[in-house]
């Protein structure tokens, strides 16, 4: 039974950039009273759209109070499974995990800026275009959708390539949204700084405004 599109969260990754020795994985990071995947993940759930996180055992419990078990699907550890593994093989599993879906958007787990409405308003948009993402000021974002006829080419994905060669082979349509978090993923620790200072600024403009 078709289930909707379905949004594919990418929280796999090693984040090699960040420092991970010294403060931990960047997804692990807090982010105002969550942490920056559950930052992601509760914009995900408010979408109401249905869901898969395709994460590792170590960043596991992160997921969990955002999703049930059956929309998890964990991956062997980094460092004890494939050495070659990366983003393909994420972007693979999350969609055979959901076969029936009718269409996937890609989603990393590092955009805590990322809003509700945005992933509403690519998912609106799948039907028109085997390929779409979301744009912010000309600028290409996340997440991207991909139509259930790619099915195939994105099952079989591996390595660290990830979706770029679909992308470069297949049109896409460009949603313009006005949420500036579709381009601000988390890759240092620096960004992480910047991040949670305009998450700050925006909770206090909230505040006062309520």
């Known amino acids: 039974m078709d289930e909707g599109p379905v949004v594919v969260v990418l929280a796999a990754g090693r984040g090699a950039r960040f420092s991970a020795a010294r403060c931990g994985h960047k997804l692990a990071q807090s982010f105002g009273d969550m942490t920056v995947l559950g930052?992601?993940?509760?914009?995900?759930?408010?979408?109401?759209?249905?869901?898969?996180?395709?994460?590792?055992p170590a960043l596991r419990e992160l997921?969990?109070?955002?999703?049930?078990?059956?929309?998890?699907?964990?991956?062997?550890?980094?460092?004890?499974?494939d050495p070659t593994r990366g983003m393909g093989?994420?972007?693979a599993a999350g969609v055979m995990a959901r076969p029936l879906a009718?269409?996937?958007?890609?989603?990393?787990g590092d955009l805590p800026l990322i809003q509700a409405a945005t992933l509403c308003a690519v998912a609106a948009a799948l039907p028109e275009q085997l390929v779409v993402h979301a744009q912010h000021?000309?600028?290409?974002?996340?997440?991207?959708?991909?139509?259930?006829?790619?099915?195939?080419e994105l099952a079989a994905l591996r390595?660290?390539?990830?979706?770029?060669?679909?992308?470069?082979?297949?049109?896409?349509?460009?949603?313009e949204v006005p949420d500036a978090g579709v381009r601000m993923d988390l890759d240092t620790e620096a960004d992480l700084l910047a991040l949670r200072a305009?998450?700050?600024?925006?909770?206090a403009t909230a505040a006062e405004a309520g």
């Open 39 to 56: 930052s992601t993940l509760s914009q995900v759930v408010a979408s109401g759209l249905a869901r898969v996180v395709v994460t590792t």
């Open 63 to 81: 997921a969990i109070p955002w999703v049930d078990e059956s929309d998890l699907v964990v991956l062997p550890p980094l460092d004890d499974g």
């Open 89 to 91: 093989d994420s972007i």
């Open 102 to 108: 009718s269409g996937w958007l890609l989603l990393p």
């Open 137 to 152: 000021r000309g600028r290409r974002g996340h997440p991207v959708g991909f139509d259930p006829a790619l099915y195939s």
């Open 159 to 175: 390595g660290d390539e990830g979706a770029r060669r679909l992308l470069a082979r297949y049109p896409a349509l460009a949603v």
């Open 198 to 203: 305009l998450h700050a600024a925006r909770v």
